[in-house]
């Protein structure tokens, strides 16, 4: 089982800029697809973006235009890069490895004033 840290969540104005990274345990960790998720409260947990391991994005439709995710396989880490933040980018977001049930802890975004 891979093990993933979430981290660079935070408290920031709309408007602003986060980058989240999501680091593996396992050096194998570019032959996954990996998903960012985000959960805010009351909601259910929705797919935000995901890359392949052949670095080939998808977004979906909260983040298409404003986040973008990236990888670097000598770091075993996933970014997520996420402009023009606004207040309903507010939740806790979570890597996973596409079609398995490894997550990591999720670390905190809040747009806010």
């Known amino acids: 089982q891979v093990q993933l840290v979430e981290s660079g969540g935070g408290l920031v104005q709309p408007g602003g800029s986060l980058r989240l990274s999501c680091v593996a345990s396992e050096s194998d960790f570019d032959m996954y697809t990996v998903n960012w998720y985000r959960q805010a409260p009351g909601n259910q947990r929705e797919l935000v973006a995901r890359?392949?391991?052949?670095?080939?994005?998808t977004y979906w439709d909260s983040a298409k235009g404003r986040f973008t995710i990236s990888r670097d396989n000598a770091k075993n880490t996933v970014y997520l890069e996420m402009n023009n933040l606004k207040p309903d980018d507010t939740a806790v977001y979570y890597c996973n490895v596409y079609n398995t049930d490894w997550w990591g802890q999720g670390t905190r975004v809040t747009v806010s004033l």
């Open positions: 890359i392949n391991n052949g670095h080939r994005p």
